[in-house]
Structure formats: structure tokens, C-alpha cells
């Protein structure tokens, strides 16, 4: 038979032993299939991760109605007025606009077979949903028409999105937001995303890959004992080396195929499941979900050969002789010079980036990041092994729990820290990202100065004519339960020379809490003085509201103001009392708010709805201390959801690992209890035998975050700053897993510790 | 010979144990005085390994009753039947069950050591009862380092360290060469008389039952009694 017939046959015998051994074999074949098939099945989601991100931008992109030109579109047959109504449901957002064509070819967005008509709405799926729901009366109020229809999936970013399309007929163009357009689609060049959070969205998928990857490694090698003794067996019937790491090769390719199969199952279940999971506002179409060949390709490659090498790797330790007798190759101390090799390639490969000078607009190299942070985090799965054997070997017996622990990892502790490898990587990486998550946080973070202690929201009504007025606005905060508010009217005034100012319009009381004010009486007019730089108008000088003209009062008085309740700057501009404010020379005055509301629940909703009453351009925003940039938010939850997945991975990994110890030493386990070992001490053992290299994982992993958290900042400019309390939450995190897993093998290590598991027959 | 007891240290009566459809002991009795060998024979799946386990409180009977020293095992708890079984039996196995990543003697000061026993206390009786047993030169090694033999009277060493009053020997020469094997038995059963221990040998070899006072045999789950001649 020639070299390679004969080579098959080897393949193939591997592959059928690891299925022939009745129902043990098949259950240790079909744990590593599901392992590796978790696995896969994650790689394969972050490989179809820029498809569907991809697709969703071209959709919103389709649908992108702001249009950048230097010249306003004039009125035509094709061109369409449209409004922004910013709608806000608890803590979601509603993306509606108001429409209005202007003539017969008008354009229509994509998602739509017609504009809707005057009074009509088009909803998104879920909005239609939601409003068929309970909540649907708490919403319905903003949503302003009769449903007449549903967009379509190539109108909507997402599954999960909440969108209307409105039609109306009385939108004119106006400093209200309402603009005409042409087309839809025409999208102006993106701002891209800032350096640190495009470093922040590399260091993720990599932190959140690179434990998937050591997970995959370790699912490989889910029964391996059992696989050595087999492989002994057939050394004793004539197997030469090679043959035996043949043999183990189709094993282990058998498993790792399978969990292809299993793997390409997994994704397509979490496809179909995807549309019903929503990341904040983010929400993706199963058919978004594809991953890109050639990443698809490299998967489906690099598993078989993973666990094929990881295999060969795991042999090159194992002495494995005709009687049976499969020994460690303990003999030979692992060394740590290669070991090493990797993370100071990494730390090499991430050192160039550091004269990038990302406050000048330089953007960092997205690929040699990711490769620094990759080999660092890889190279801690190399470290781990050698450092649990070097520490362990230092450890002295003590209570019977401990010395058994302790000889157990001294025997073998290369298996223990391969099995925390995932905690220690994610552990690490998670550090590094938290750190490099402060520095973006506080750049993307910005305090709003908002006295968020006496007030909750601010209801603006937009201007022009016909718009509500400050009665109005007031009658519609007593209906929605307002405790207390704060109604001033505001308007824009210009001067020729193009300088401008704010005209304020408020009782007394009010006024009193926008500056200091010795006395008020209505008629009285002020001159708030602002920060430095702020044109403060004189008396008797001529201004603009819009076309109508108006002239500061001659007798108003200067005064110093007081912090915005809003946004805590000073108030600056002209302030009047109701009587001194001549209206028809300040037409564009509209009415704003800030408002306290009562303890019920709904009260923000119940505010927004009597807003929306007022009319559907009436925008309410909640007062926050702090205010985030939207797209850190994404990222945050995105990262959020992808650690959550690659823990339940690990703890998955650890609990299976640990299952598969004690069914390989059940008859050893049953015969401690038989001669009379307690089974509280064996389970203290077992759970110091997890324990133990967990805690030296998480000090590497310590280390290394730390280490690669500072290169991170270093990397964008930011100041090194260590978060203590974050990092030991990390770790906490990190640590949890050790009960987690002692309680989950509670069950199975209770039915192993009978003296009854002695029985063989 | 040992001479029969006043009273028979350990006892199973009218003995009843199935596994699912299988049954494995249907009525067998079994008494052993103290200081005797008793042999238990038989053919492969007869019960004889089943027997030994309801005798030393590892297997509950489905019926019957085992008394220690005039105790009714079914009457202890988990905790004590634990208790008994550390202090008052010991156990040699066919594969001695060493725990692989302990040394030699850490494996024979264990039983030791879960009693309370101080370390240096319980090493030194474990380094004596090696040196008794002739592998104290492999105390430091550690069970998958030593030959078949070495690893068996280990065994036996932690099986007599605590000094019990009745050792249960499953097959303990099953997995070793005749030579290696007569070795193991001469040690374990004059170490026992020595001791004043009794001992329940399960084996179906005649040649190892020749250590014994007395062969009990098992058939189809029930016992038959032979008195030897020494």
C-alpha cells in the first residue's frame, strides 16, 4: 500500500476508534464536538459581524435624508420636506420623521411603496408590536396618525428598530428642523470613529477571541487520558510512534469536523435567534449574519489543524509504551525562554504604534494592534503552564485536602493551567480593556451641568409661528403632573454685523433663578452678563428677530447671572418680564422648560405624551449628570454582551474539564471513600485543585492587563491611570468561576464519592 | 490455624444484593473470627466481589445484615460506616488504587492522616510498615514509578498501617506475576497474623487461597464453607 494509502488507513483508524468505544467514546467524541462547536460557532458570529454591520450601514445609508450642500434645494416637483421627531420611550429611542411631498415625484425612502398621506404613519415592525402591546396607550399618543402600513426590512437598521414614517401637511422650512430634499440617500462623509474607540472595538474582538481560540484548544483535548491508554493499547499490538500520532491526528480530526458540523449548527440556531436580540438600539437581520468567506475559509481550516497540532503537542509529553503504562514526561521541565517569546513579540509589535500621534488625527494601524494584543494574550497561555509547575513545585504538603491538591498539580499542573488559560486570557484582557474603557469613557462623558437634583427633564417647543405658546406649555405640564417648572420663552436676536444674543421672556420668579436680580417688577428688563467673550447687547441698541426688528430697552440694567439649571453655564442675553417684552417684534419666540415631576411611575412618559399633544416637533429630554457619546454607549453594550458569551464559554469549558477529570478518577475517588477518606475532604481537594492555578492565572492576568492596559493609554495619549476597584472586580469576576464550577460538579462529584463506584461489573 | 473465636469478629447473614436485573448475592452467609484468613472463591460474576463490599459497609444489601464486633452496619451512618472503615478495616485492591501523584509513602500515611495523625508521626509508621514490607526504597517515588509488585505491597502497607482489625483483599495478586504474587501474600498474611488482623481475601486463584484458614465459596450468589487443613 503506498505511503499515503497507508497514511489514510492510520487517519481512519483514528477516527474510528474515537467512536468505537460504545457509549464512553461516543459521549467523549460528542463533548468535543459540542465544545469545539461552541467555539466555532462564536468565531464564525464575530466573522459575520462586519457583514451584518456592513449591511445595516448600507441601509441606513439608503435612508440617510440629510443632504450637505452649499445651496438650499428650491421647491420643485420632486422634492419632499422632512422633520426629525425625536421620540424616546423609556430608555429606547423612536426614529420618526414627519414627511411632506411638494409635488407628484416627490422621493419615497426604501422600505416604502408610498409616502404616507397627510395624518397616515408607516410603523417598523417592532413599533407596530409595541404599540399592539401593553405599553401600546403609553406610546400611541406620539406616534401621530393612522397606522397605514409597515416598512420594510431594507427601511429599518434592524429587526429591533422603532421607527415611523409620518405624513403631514403643515411643515414649512424653518428653523424647526423641517428641510427639503430631493433624494434620499445622499449621505455626507462619516466623522469615523475616534482613535480610542476604534482601538477600544480591536482590542475587544481580540480580547473576546482569543479565550474562544484556547477554548477550542482545550475542548480538543476533553479526554485525553482515556485517548493515551488507547493509544498504549495499540503500541502493544505493533503501533510505531508515528502510527500512534497518526492514529491520535484522526482522532482528533474526527472531533474537531464534527464540531464544525456542530459549530456551523450552533451559528445557524443563533442566526434564527438573533433577530429576537437587540444590543441597545442595535439589532440585526438573520440574513445579515454571513460570514465573510475568506474568514469562514480560515475557520474551517484552522480548527482541524488546531486540534490536530494541539494534539501532537499534547504526545510530544507522553511517553507511551507496549504495556500500557502511559507516563508524563514530567522528567523534562518545561522552559521558559520560548515562552516568553510570544508576549515580548507582542509588546515589540505594539511599541512602533506608540510614536503614532493619534492627538494630531494619525490613526493607528488597526491590524499590528490587534497582533501585539493577540501575542500578548496568546503568550500568557504559554507562561501559565510554566509558572503553575514552578510554583506548585514549591508548595509543601499540608492538610490532607491541600497535599492531595498539591501532588496532583505537581503530578500535572500543565493540564490545570491549560483548563484556566480562558479565565486568565479573558481575565487580562478584560483588565486591559477597562483601562483603556476609563480613558474612552471619560472622553466620550461629558457632565451636562444640569441640576439634575431639582429637575428631571426640559420640554422644548420648536420655534416659528403657530408654534405652542408659554401658556400653552404650561396647561400641558399641569396635565402630565409636573411638580414644578421653570417656563421661560427664548428667542434669537442678530445684529447687523452678524453678532447674536438671546432674548429671555419670563415672570419674576424665574427670572430670579436665571441671575441676581435686587428687584423685579413686571415691565422690568435686564442684561445678563455671561462668561468672557459673550456680547452682551447694550440698551437702546438695534437687533433682529428674524425680519422683524427690535430694540433693547433703554432702561434695562445690567446684572450677573446665574448657572443654567440646563446645562449649569451662566445666562446670558436679555432677560424681560412678560410686560416688557414687545411680541410682535420678537416673533420667534418659543417656550422652554424645565420641569420636576412627581415619583409616579410613567411620569417622564405621561410628560412626553402631553409634549407630543402640544405638537409632534415638541421635543423632551431627561436631565442627566452625564451625557455619552451614542456610539461608546453601542460599543460598551456591544463588549458587554460578547464577554458575557465567552464566560459562559469558559465556565462551560471549566465545568466540562472538570467532569471529565473526576469520570477518569471515579474508581480512584470511590476507593479514597472506601478505605474511609471523608468526601468533604476529597471535595476541599478538588476544589483547591482548581483554585489554586485559577489564582495564579488571575496574578498573571493582573500583570499582563495591567502591563497592556498602560501600553493601550500610551497608545492614545491618555495619562496612565489604574482603576483598582474595576480590576478587582475583573478578578472577582474571574475568580467566581472556582465555586461556580465546585457547585456545578457538586452533583456528579456526589455520585462518584459512593464507595459503591468500586464495582466494575 | 487460628482456633475458632468466642464470638466472629465480622458477620453477614442471609446476605441479598441485586443490580438492576442482575442479582449478585441471593442468601449468602459469612462469618471470620478474629486473627483468621478466610478465603472467598469462586467464578468470574459468582458475587464474591459483592460479598466483600456489603462486608466492609461499601455496598448496602438489599437484604440481611453485617455485624462488626456485634454492630449492625445498616444501623451506622455514611459518617461512621467512613469512620469504621479508616480505622477498623483496610482494603488492598487488584490495581491497589494508589493515588497516582502521592509518593509511596504519603499513600500509606494517608489513611494516617485523615485519622488525625500528626505528619511526622504518620510518615515514620509509613516509612516502617515500607521498611516491613521491603520497598522502603521506593518511599519517594511515586506509585506510576514503581513495578507492579512494589505498587501492590504499598498497598498492603496502607492497608495494615492502621493497624486493622480486618483486612479485605479484592484480587490483591490478580494483576501480578506468580513470583511477585506469592511475595505480596506472604507479606500480607503474615503481616496480618502478626497484627492479629483477620482478613477477606477475594481471589479465584486456589494457589492464593492456600494462604487462607478457610475457603468460603460463592456460586450464583450464595456461600459454601471448606474447612482447610494447614
Same mark, same amino acid.
Given at each position: 500500500?503506498?505511503?499515503?494509502?497507508?497514511?489514510?488507513r492510520e487517519l481512519?483508524?483514528?477516527a474510528?476508534?474515537?467512536v468505537?468505544?460504545?457509549r464512553?467514546?461516543?459521549s467523549?467524541?460528542?463533548?468535543?464536538?459540542?465544545?469545539?462547536?461552541?467555539? $466555532?460557532a462564536?468565531?464564525l458570529l464575530a466573522?459575520?459581524?462586519?457583514?451584518?454591520?456592513?449591511?445595516?450601514?448600507a441601509?441606513?445609508?439608503a435612508?440617510?435624508?440629510f443632504?450637505l450642500?452649499?445651496?438650499?434645494?428650491?421647491r420643485?416637483?420632486?422634492?419632499?420636506?422632512?422633520?426629525?421627531?425625536?421620540?424616546? @420611550?423609556r430608555?429606547e429611542?423612536?426614529?420618526?420623521?414627519?414627511?411632506?411631498?411638494?409635488?407628484?415625484?416627490?422621493?419615497?425612502?426604501?422600505?416604502?411603496?408610498?409616502?404616507?398621506?397627510?395624518?397616515?404613519?408607516v410603523?417598523?415592525?417592532?413599533?407596530?408590536?409595541l404599540?399592539a402591546?401593553s405599553?401600546?396607550?403609553?406610546?400611541?399618543?406620539?406616534?401621530p396618525?393612522?397606522?397605514v402600513?409597515?416598512?420594510?426590512?431594507?427601511?429599518l437598521?434592524?429587526?429591533?428598530?422603532l421607527a415611523?414614517?409620518?405624513?403631514?401637511d403643515?411643515?414649512?422650512?424653518?428653523p424647526d428642523?423641517?428641510?427639503?430634499?430631493?433624494?434620499?440617500?445622499?449621505?455626507?462623509?462619516?466623522?469615523?470613529q475616534?482613535p480610542?474607540?476604534a482601538?477600544?472595538?480591536?482590542?475587544a474582538l481580540?480580547?473576546?477571541?482569543v479565550?474562544?481560540? %484556547?477554548?477550542?484548544g482545550?475542548a480538543?483535548? @476533553?479526554?485525553?487520558?482515556?485517548?493515551?491508554?488507547?493509544?498504549?493499547?495499540l503500541?502493544?499490538?505493533?503501533?510505531?510512534?508515528?502510527m500512534v500520532r497518526?492514529?491520535?491526528?484522526?482522532e482528533?480530526?474526527?472531533?474537531a469536523?464534527?464540531?464544525?458540523?456542530?459549530?456551523?449548527?450552533?451559528?445557524?440556531?443563533?442566526?434564527?435567534l438573533?433577530?429576537?436580540?437587540?444590543?441597545?438600539?442595535l439589532?440585526v437581520?438573520?440574513g445579515?449574519?454571513?460570514p465573510?468567506t475568506?474568514?469562514? $475559509?480560515?475557520?474551517?481550516?484552522a480548527?482541524p489543524?488546531v486540534?490536530?497540532?494541539v494534539?501532537?503537542?499534547?504526545?510530544?509529553?507522553?511517553?507511551?509504551d507496549?504495556?500500557? %503504562?502511559?507516563?508524563?514526561?514530567?522528567?523534562?521541565p518545561?522552559?521558559?525562554?520560548?515562552r516568553?517569546?510570544l508576549?515580548?513579540?507582542?509588546?515589540l509589535l505594539?511599541?512602533?504604534?506608540?510614536?503614532?500621534?493619534?492627538?494630531?488625527?494619525?490613526?493607528?494601524?488597526p491590524?499590528?494592534?490587534?497582533?501585539?494584543?493577540?501575542?500578548v494574550l496568546?503568550?500568557?497561555t504559554?507562561v501559565?503552564?510554566?509558572l503553575?509547575?514552578?510554583?506548585?513545585?514549591?508548595?509543601?504538603?499540608?492538610?490532607?485536602?491541600w497535599?492531595?491538591a498539591v501532588?496532583?498539580?505537581?503530578?500535572?499542573?500543565g493540564?490545570?493551567?491549560?483548563?484556566?488559560?480562558?479565565i486568565a486570557?479573558?481575565?487580562?484582557?478584560a483588565i486591559?480593556?477597562q483601562?483603556?474603557?476609563?480613558?474612552?469613557?471619560?472622553?466620550?462623558?461629558?457632565?451636562t451641568?444640569?441640576?439634575?437634583a431639582?429637575?428631571?427633564?426640559q420640554?422644548?417647543t420648536?420655534?416659528?409661528?403657530?408654534?405652542p405658546?408659554a401658556?400653552?406649555?404650561?396647561?400641558?405640564?399641569?396635565?402630565?403632573?409636573?411638580e414644578?417648572?421653570?417656563?421661560?420663552?427664548k428667542?434669537l436676536?442678530?445684529?447687523?454685523?452678524?453678532?447674536?444674543s438671546?432674548?429671555?421672556?419670563a415672570?419674576c420668579?424665574?427670572l430670579?433663578?436665571?441671575a441676581?436680580?435686587?428687584?423685579c417688577?413686571?415691565g422690568?428688563?435686564f442684561?445678563a452678563?455671561?462668561?468672557?467673550?459673550? %456680547?452682551?447687547?447694550a440698551p437702546?441698541?438695534?437687533?433682529?428677530?428674524?425680519?422683524?426688528?427690535?430694540?433693547?430697552?433703554?432702561?434695562?440694567?445690567r446684572?450677573?447671572s446665574?448657572?443654567?439649571?440646563?446645562?449649569?453655564?451662566?445666562?446670558?442675553g436679555?432677560?424681560l418680564?412678560?410686560?416688557?417684552?414687545?411680541r410682535?417684534?420678537?416673533p420667534?419666540?418659543?417656550?422652554?422648560?424645565a420641569?420636576?415631576?412627581?415619583?409616579?411611575r410613567?411620569?417622564?412618559?405621561?410628560?412626553?405624551?402631553e409634549?407630543?399633544?402640544?405638537?409632534?416637533l415638541?421635543?423632551?429630554s431627561?436631565?442627566t449628570?452625564?451625557r455619552?457619546?451614542?456610539?461608546?454607549?453601542?460599543?460598551?453594550?456591544?463588549?458587554?454582551?460578547?464577554?458575557i458569551a465567552?464566560?459562559?464559554?469558559?465556565?462551560a469549558s471549566?465545568?466540562v474539564?472538570?467532569?471529565q477529570?473526576?469520570?477518569?478518577?471515579?474508581r480512584?475517588?470511590a476507593?479514597?471513600?472506601a478505605?474511609?477518606?471523608p468526601?468533604?475532604?476529597i471535595?476541599?481537594?478538588?476544589l483547591?485543585e482548581?483554585?489554586?492555578?485559577v489564582?495564579?492565572g488571575?496574578?498573571?492576568?493582573?500583570l499582563?492587563?495591567?502591563?497592556?492596559?498602560?501600553?493601550?493609554?500610551?497608545?492614545?495619549g491618555?495619562?496612565?491611570?489604574?482603576d483598582?476597584?474595576?480590576?478587582?472586580?475583573?478578578?472577582?469576576?474571574?475568580?467566581?468561576?472556582?465555586?461556580?464550577v465546585?457547585?456545578?460538579?457538586?452533583?456528579?462529584l456526589?455520585?462518584i464519592l459512593?464507595?459503591e463506584g468500586?464495582?466494575?461489573? | 490455624?487460628?482456633?475458632?473465636?468466642?464470638?466472629?469478629?465480622?458477620v453477614?447473614?442471609?446476605?441479598?444484593?441485586?443490580f438492576?436485573?442482575?442479582?449478585?448475592?441471593?442468601?449468602?452467609?459469612?462469618?471470620?473470627?478474629?486473627?483468621?484468613?478466610?478465603?472467598?472463591?469462586?467464578?468470574?460474576?459468582?458475587?464474591?466481589?459483592?460479598l466483600?463490599h456489603?462486608l466492609a459497609?461499601?455496598?448496602r444489601?438489599?437484604?440481611g445484615?453485617?455485624?462488626?464486633?456485634?454492630?449492625d452496619?445498616?444501623t451506622?451512618?455514611?459518617a461512621?460506616?467512613?469512620?469504621?472503615?479508616?480505622?477498623?478495616?483496610?482494603?488492598v485492591?487488584?490495581?491497589?488504587q494508589?493515588?497516582?501523584?502521592?509518593?509511596?509513602a504519603?499513600?500509606?500515611?494517608l489513611p494516617?492522616?485523615?485519622?488525625?495523625?500528626?505528619?511526622r508521626?504518620?510518615d515514620?509508621?509509613a516509612?516502617?510498615?515500607l521498611?516491613?514490607?521491603?520497598v522502603?526504597?521506593?518511599?519517594?517515588?511515586?506509585?506510576?514509578?514503581?513495578?507492579?509488585?512494589?505498587?501492590?505491597?504499598?498497598a498492603?502497607?496502607?492497608?495494615?498501617?492502621?493497624?486493622?482489625?480486618?483486612?479485605?483483599a479484592?484480587?490483591?495478586t490478580?494483576a501480578?506475576?506468580s513470583?511477585n504474587?506469592?511475595r505480596?501474600?506472604d507479606?500480607?498474611?503474615g503481616a496480618?497474623?502478626?497484627s492479629?488482623?483477620?482478613?477477606?481475601?477475594?481471589?479465584h486463584e486456589?494457589?492464593?487461597?492456600g494462604?487462607s484458614?478457610?475457603?468460603?465459596?460463592?456460586?450464583?450468589g450464595?456461600?459454601r464453607?471448606?474447612?482447610?487443613?494447614?
Amino acid at each position: 500500500m503506498s505511503r499515503a494509502g497507508a497514511w489514510a488507513r492510520e487517519l481512519l483508524l483514528g477516527a474510528r476508534l474515537a467512536v468505537s468505544g460504545g457509549r464512553a467514546s461516543w459521549s467523549r467524541t460528542a463533548m468535543t464536538a459540542v465544545g469545539v462547536g461552541l467555539g $466555532v460557532a462564536l468565531l464564525l458570529l464575530a466573522a459575520a459581524t462586519p457583514t451584518a454591520l456592513d449591511a445595516r450601514d448600507a441601509r441606513t445609508a439608503a435612508r440617510d435624508d440629510f443632504q450637505l450642500s452649499d445651496a438650499p434645494t428650491a421647491r420643485g416637483p420632486r422634492t419632499l420636506l422632512v422633520a426629525d421627531v425625536a421620540v424616546r @420611550f423609556r430608555d429606547e429611542n423612536v426614529r420618526g420623521r414627519l414627511v411632506q411631498p411638494e409635488g407628484r415625484q416627490a422621493p419615497f425612502p426604501p422600505g416604502l411603496a408610498r409616502l404616507p398621506g397627510a395624518g397616515e404613519v408607516v410603523v417598523s415592525p417592532r413599533l407596530r408590536r409595541l404599540l399592539a402591546g401593553s405599553d401600546g396607550p403609553l406610546l400611541r399618543p406620539r406616534v401621530p396618525g393612522r397606522i397605514v402600513g409597515t416598512i420594510a426590512d431594507a427601511g429599518l437598521s434592524g429587526p429591533g428598530e422603532l421607527a415611523f414614517w409620518a405624513g403631514r401637511d403643515d411643515l414649512r422650512v424653518g428653523p424647526d428642523g423641517v428641510r427639503r430634499i430631493d433624494r434620499f440617500g445622499d449621505t455626507g462623509q462619516s466623522e469615523g470613529q475616534s482613535p480610542i474607540l476604534a482601538l477600544l472595538v480591536v482590542v475587544a474582538l481580540v480580547v473576546l477571541l482569543v479565550p474562544v481560540a %484556547v477554548f477550542v484548544g482545550a475542548a480538543v483535548r @476533553f479526554g485525553g487520558e482515556e485517548r493515551d491508554r488507547r493509544l498504549a493499547a495499540l503500541s502493544l499490538v505493533g503501533a510505531d510512534r508515528r502510527m500512534v500520532r497518526r492514529i491520535a491526528g484522526g482522532e482528533a480530526l474526527l472531533g474537531a469536523l464534527l464540531g464544525l458540523v456542530a459549530g456551523a449548527g450552533f451559528f445557524l440556531g443563533a442566526r434564527q435567534l438573533a433577530s429576537g436580540a437587540r444590543v441597545g438600539d442595535l439589532s440585526v437581520f438573520p440574513g445579515d449574519l454571513r460570514p465573510a468567506t475568506g474568514l469562514a $475559509v480560515l475557520i474551517a481550516v484552522a480548527v482541524p489543524a488546531v486540534s490536530v497540532g494541539v494534539t501532537q503537542l499534547a504526545l510530544g509529553r507522553l511517553a507511551i509504551d507496549p504495556l500500557g %503504562v502511559v507516563r508524563r514526561g514530567g522528567a523534562r521541565p518545561r522552559r521558559l525562554a520560548w515562552r516568553l517569546a510570544l508576549p515580548v513579540l507582542g509588546l515589540l509589535l505594539l511599541v512602533p504604534l506608540l510614536r503614532t500621534d493619534v492627538a494630531a488625527g494619525e490613526r493607528l494601524d488597526p491590524w499590528l494592534a490587534a497582533a501585539g494584543i493577540a501575542c500578548v494574550l496568546v503568550g500568557i497561555t504559554a507562561v501559565l503552564p510554566w509558572l503553575v509547575e514552578r510554583v506548585v513545585r514549591g508548595l509543601r504538603p499540608g492538610p490532607v485536602p491541600w497535599t492531595l491538591a498539591v501532588r496532583r498539580l505537581q503530578a500535572d499542573g500543565g493540564a490545570a493551567a491549560r483548563v484556566v488559560s480562558g479565565i486568565a486570557v479573558a481575565v487580562a484582557g478584560a483588565i486591559a480593556l477597562q483601562t483603556l474603557f476609563a480613558a474612552a469613557e471619560d472622553a466620550s462623558t461629558v457632565q451636562t451641568g444640569a441640576d439634575v437634583a431639582r429637575y428631571d427633564a426640559q420640554v422644548l417647543t420648536t420655534t416659528g409661528p403657530g408654534r405652542p405658546s408659554a401658556e400653552q406649555l404650561r396647561a400641558a405640564l399641569r396635565r402630565a403632573g409636573a411638580e414644578a417648572a421653570l417656563v421661560r420663552e427664548k428667542t434669537l436676536i442678530e445684529r447687523r454685523d452678524g453678532t447674536t444674543s438671546v432674548v429671555t421672556v419670563a415672570s419674576c420668579r424665574v427670572l430670579r433663578r436665571l441671575a441676581v436680580l435686587r428687584s423685579c417688577a413686571d415691565g422690568d428688563a435686564f442684561l445678563a452678563r455671561g462668561g468672557p467673550g459673550v %456680547v452682551v447687547p447694550a440698551p437702546g441698541s438695534a437687533w433682529r428677530d428674524g425680519r422683524a426688528r427690535w430694540r433693547v430697552p433703554t432702561e434695562a440694567r445690567r446684572v450677573a447671572s446665574r448657572p443654567s439649571v440646563i446645562d449649569g453655564g451662566p445666562t446670558e442675553g436679555v432677560l424681560l418680564t412678560p410686560a416688557a417684552a414687545d411680541r410682535r417684534a420678537l416673533p420667534g419666540l418659543s417656550a422652554a422648560a424645565a420641569v420636576r415631576l412627581d415619583g409616579r411611575r410613567d411620569a417622564l412618559e405621561h410628560l412626553r405624551n402631553e409634549a407630543a399633544r402640544l405638537g409632534p416637533l415638541t421635543v423632551v429630554s431627561e436631565l442627566t449628570a452625564t451625557r455619552a457619546d451614542g456610539e461608546f454607549l453601542v460599543v460598551r453594550r456591544g463588549i458587554v454582551a460578547g464577554a458575557i458569551a465567552v464566560l459562559v464559554l469558559i465556565g462551560a469549558s471549566m465545568l466540562v474539564s472538570a467532569l471529565q477529570q473526576l469520570h477518569e478518577r471515579r474508581r480512584l475517588l470511590a476507593a479514597l471513600v472506601a478505605f474511609g477518606t471523608p468526601p468533604r475532604t476529597i471535595r476541599r481537594s478538588v476544589l483547591l485543585e482548581t483554585a489554586v492555578p485559577v489564582a495564579l492565572g488571575l496574578a498573571v492576568a493582573v500583570l499582563a492587563g495591567t502591563a497592556l492596559g498602560i501600553v493601550l493609554l500610551r497608545l492614545v495619549g491618555e495619562p496612565v491611570r489604574i482603576d483598582v476597584g474595576a480590576t478587582l472586580l475583573v478578578v472577582g469576576v474571574g475568580a467566581a468561576v472556582v465555586p461556580l464550577v465546585t457547585v456545578l460538579t457538586g452533583p456528579a462529584l456526589g455520585r462518584i464519592l459512593r464507595p459503591e463506584g468500586l464495582r466494575t461489573e | 490455624m487460628t482456633g475458632p473465636a468466642a464470638r466472629p469478629l465480622l458477620v453477614g447473614t442471609d446476605l441479598h444484593k441485586a443490580f438492576g436485573a442482575t442479582t449478585a448475592l441471593e442468601g449468602a452467609t459469612f462469618a471470620v473470627d478474629p486473627g483468621e484468613v478466610v478465603a472467598i472463591m469462586g467464578p468470574s460474576g459468582s458475587g464474591k466481589s459483592t460479598l466483600l463490599h456489603c462486608l466492609a459497609g461499601i455496598v448496602r444489601p438489599d437484604r440481611g445484615t453485617v455485624r462488626f464486633d456485634g454492630r449492625d452496619l445498616a444501623t451506622l451512618t455514611d459518617a461512621e460506616r467512613g469512620a469504621l472503615r479508616r480505622s477498623a478495616f483496610g482494603f488492598v485492591f487488584q490495581f491497589g488504587q494508589l493515588v497516582p501523584e502521592l509518593s509511596c509513602a504519603e499513600n500509606v500515611a494517608l489513611p494516617l492522616r485523615l485519622d488525625g495523625v500528626p505528619r511526622r508521626e504518620a510518615d515514620a509508621r509509613a516509612i516502617a510498615w515500607l521498611e516491613r514490607l521491603e520497598v522502603a526504597d521506593v518511599a519517594r517515588q511515586t506509585p506510576g514509578r514503581v513495578s507492579g509488585g512494589q505498587g501492590q505491597r504499598v498497598a498492603v502497607a496502607r492497608a495494615l498501617v492502621t493497624t486493622p482489625r480486618v483486612v479485605f483483599a479484592d484480587e490483591p495478586t490478580g494483576a501480578l506475576d506468580s513470583l511477585n504474587g506469592e511475595r505480596v501474600m506472604d507479606l500480607l498474611a503474615g503481616a496480618a497474623r502478626e497484627s492479629g488482623a483477620a482478613v477477606v481475601l477475594v481471589t479465584h486463584e486456589a494457589r492464593v487461597a492456600g494462604w487462607s484458614d478457610r475457603e468460603v465459596v460463592v456460586r450464583d450468589g450464595r456461600t459454601r464453607t471448606t474447612e482447610l487443613l494447614a
